[in-house]
């Protein structure tokens, strides 16, 4: 039964772009729409395969940015300007088209809602995507448990979700964003890399037994991990993902 289970999961099958969203200056939320798609947990991701005129064929991994409450499978890609594969997701997918995909895949990066820790994320541009899941998951199941976000991304206008982001610190989630480059007029948000001192002020403190999960590039997660054991927390309460 399992290993049906894990090979279904693991067959290519097709999705359709139910509808796109501009999440960010070079973002888009694809909402694909699958027959048969036997649900998720918040965390995990897909594969996308992409197959040229002349068979050549690229893949690579996109976190669901929806929760499992949602009827459509999301993604939210963020341009990579010289990439293979995201500038086609971007730019030139539109409603109507299919992809190739197979999953859910992961089952270590995922937040189980059942555990009544407090949960602290930590996102670094496009890591964000999975924190979508489980901030909408969150909010579909009412809970009360804690949740924190603290968000790097470039600029205001590479934050990704914003309106989503600010509807969940509406309702409670503590949500910092720490922008690297350019600031507009009047920000009163962080400013800069995140750094150990971010992560000691910003984050969800060591006594709190925070889960945390960690996603973005690989520098940038690797980083915010040694941070947070630096700061004490157990290892074991560290999930991270790289993007890179
Ligand atoms: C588990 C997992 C989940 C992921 N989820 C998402 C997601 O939700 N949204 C999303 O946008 N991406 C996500 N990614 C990254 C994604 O898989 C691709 O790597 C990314 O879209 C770039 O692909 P590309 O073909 O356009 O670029 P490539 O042709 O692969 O790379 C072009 C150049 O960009 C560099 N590069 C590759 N990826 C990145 C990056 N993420 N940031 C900066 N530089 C990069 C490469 O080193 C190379 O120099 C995820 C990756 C993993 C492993």
């Known amino acids: 039964m399992a290993r049906a289970a894990v090979r279904r999961r693991l067959t290519w099958r097709l999705a359709t772009v139910a509808a796109i969203t501009q999440e960010a200056a070079g973002a888009r939320r694809l909402s694909l729409s699958i027959d048969g798609w036997e649900g998720h947990l918040a965390g995990q991701h897909v ?6 005129p002349d068979g050549y064929q690229a893949q690579r991994s996109y976190s669901i940015a929806s929760a499992p409450e949602s009827p459509t499978v999301d993604l939210v890609v963020q ?11 971007v730019d030139d997918l539109r409603v109507g088209d299919e992809l190739e995909l197979r999953g859910p895949i992961g089952g270590y990066f995922v937040w189980h809602p059942d555990v009544d820790s407090p949960l602290q994320l930590v996102a670094g541009g496009s890591g964000v995507a999975p924190f979508l899941a489980v901030l909408d998951h969150h909010a ?18 590479d934050v990704v979700g914003r309106q989503r982001l600010d509807d969940h610190a509406a309702r ?13 007029p009047g920000w009163t948000g962080l400013s800069g890399r995140v750094t150990p001192s ?47």
């Open 140 to 157: 579909a199941l009412g809970l009360s448990v804690p949740v924190r976000l603290l968000y790097s991304a470039r600029t205001l206008d």
């Open 47 to 52: 594969d996308v395969r992409l197959t040229a």
């Open 198 to 244: 971010t992560i000691r002020q910003h984050t969800l403190p060591v006594h709190r037994q925070p889960r945390v999960l960690v996603c973005g590039p690989t520098t940038f997660v690797e980083a915010v991990a040694d941070a947070l054991v630096d700061e004490g927390h157990p290892t074991a309460a560290i999930k991270i993902e790289r993007f890179g």
């Open 172 to 184: 409670g989630v503590a949500v910092t964003i720490a922008l690297t480059r350019e600031r507009p």
């Open 79 to 89: 341009r990579v300007g010289d990439g293979e594969v995201s500038p086609y997701l």
